[in-house]
């Protein structure tokens, strides 16, 4: 075996069998080896960017690791803003980069970059493999990297002959690396505090869905303390019979005003709430003066056993029941369309379980809140803020998860970033039901513009802002990727389309002028 073909094996031994692909000359002998195992799933993304963003979505739903195989530094610059949001998520994500031969990159070639730099800026974990006999040890601890502290970016770095040459044998899996956890004191410590008046309990993570999202909820109900979580998280659990908590908002005003009568807040499994940007005269941020903050857990920590510790230390019971959210389906609207109308049809209309991506950014307030209480549903969040994950997310979420329905939400300025993720929807044949909200404009920076004291763009300013002139034709662009479409301006159309959009299992695009 080469060094190419122990390293596929030491993936699939290892538990990572689908990989997010992007290959160029330097990675030829890897994509042959991985044609003699098809059990291997291998997704063509047609940009860096694409893969990237789709491994994350697979890690944020299936909670395990995927492969990405890109191409040389600017292969993996052209992923980075979306290995910056799987990092603010915790993705655990393994990238494959092929190098030029060690001994070619002397020369200078076009293609040589600073590839080790370009990693280190975004890699919890980079190594650069030395020869063919250690690629598989390598792999295998590109694994376990990937693996620990909760999910983290691991890049492995194979130069060409270093893929040809003759190696060895696959490498067996590492053992996984073991969580940090709090001690005994910090347990009782915060197990007091929440005890008291305006106790909050922050919680991120995998503590916002299933097990420890009903644990959260009943710590919630033994003390007495608000369950709260931030605004922009990798996956929360939503809809009738969801555990119920407060989320902070994306302005810094709001959230001041939802913490206003805190006065000790509890950190598990998430990081502080910090206003999304610095703003002449606000706070940085939101919490009142004199709120004491406690980080009992850091979010790569062992959080699910700090929460089991915590429950225990307080006598949480079977009795001790979370508030959980009640079903509310709103009636089908009709007539003129508005945010909130189309928020109601997806709170009638939205399958049981459904996941829903969420990158409409400005459109995003009205549809949260209008299906706070349809049907048991998770959504995955941009949660590094970083425009462009949406429909990457969206495929690798509907791979991880083929039996569920995938609902993307995004911006028309935010899917132009990767559109070329509908084409690896419809290659793919994925359950995916994409809708464009076309605003026709990058709207968020209308809203900053003002929040940072100017009242008025100029022209220069509205041109930077506008996404018009020409208008973008979401039907044309999702019907040259493969992908059925149709445009909505009214909300007789809108539910029409959503309709047929559910009711397929084949990748849907829906238009909406607002």
Known sequence: MNGAETLVKTLLGNGVDICFANPGTSEMHFVAALDEHPEMRCVLCLFEGGATGAADGYYRMKQDVAATLLHLGPGLGNGLANLHNARKARSGIVNIVGDHADYHLKYDSPLKGNLDGISEAISHWTRRATNAASVAGDG???????????????TLIL????????????????????LKRPDKDQIVSAAGALRVPGAALFIGQTALHGRLARLAGSIAARTGCELMADFLVPRIERGAGAVALTRLKYPIDDNVALLKNTRHLVL????????????????GTPEPEGCRITELCTPDMDYGWTLEALADELGVGPTDQPSVVSSALPDVPTGSLTLEKTGAALAALLPDNAIIVDESVTSSSPLVE??????????????????????PCAVGAALACPERKTVCLTGDGSAMYTVQSLWTMARE????????????????????LANVGVDQAGRNAGRMFDVDNPALDWVALANGHGVAAECVS??????AALRKGLATRDPYLIEVIC
């Not at 295998?140 to 691991?154: K, N, S, Y």
């Not at 809708?435 to 809203?447: D, K, P, S, T």
């Not at 009214?490 to 539910?495: E, H, K, P, S, W």
Request: charge should be positive; glycine fraction near 12%; charged fraction near 15%.
């Open 159 to 178: 130069p060409a002959n270093t893929a040809w040459d003759e190696a060895g044998d696959a490498a067996a899996a590492l053992v996984p690396v073991p």
């Open 370 to 391: 209008a299906t706070r209480a349809a049907r048991r549903q998770e959504w995955l969040h941009v949660a590094g803020g970083a425009i462009g994950s949406g429909l």
């Open 429 to 448: 044949n994925l359950d995916v039901v994409t809708i464009v909200f076309a605003n026709r404009g990058y709207q968020i920076l209308h809203l900053e």
């Open 490 to 495: 009214d909300m007789d159309g809108f539910v």
């Open 268 to 283: 598990c499994g998430a990081k502080r709430p910090v206003a999304f940007f610095a703003y002449p005269g606000k706070p």
């Open 140 to 154: 295998a601890a590109a694994v376990q990297a990937a693996r620990a502290r909760g999910g983290q970016i691991a």
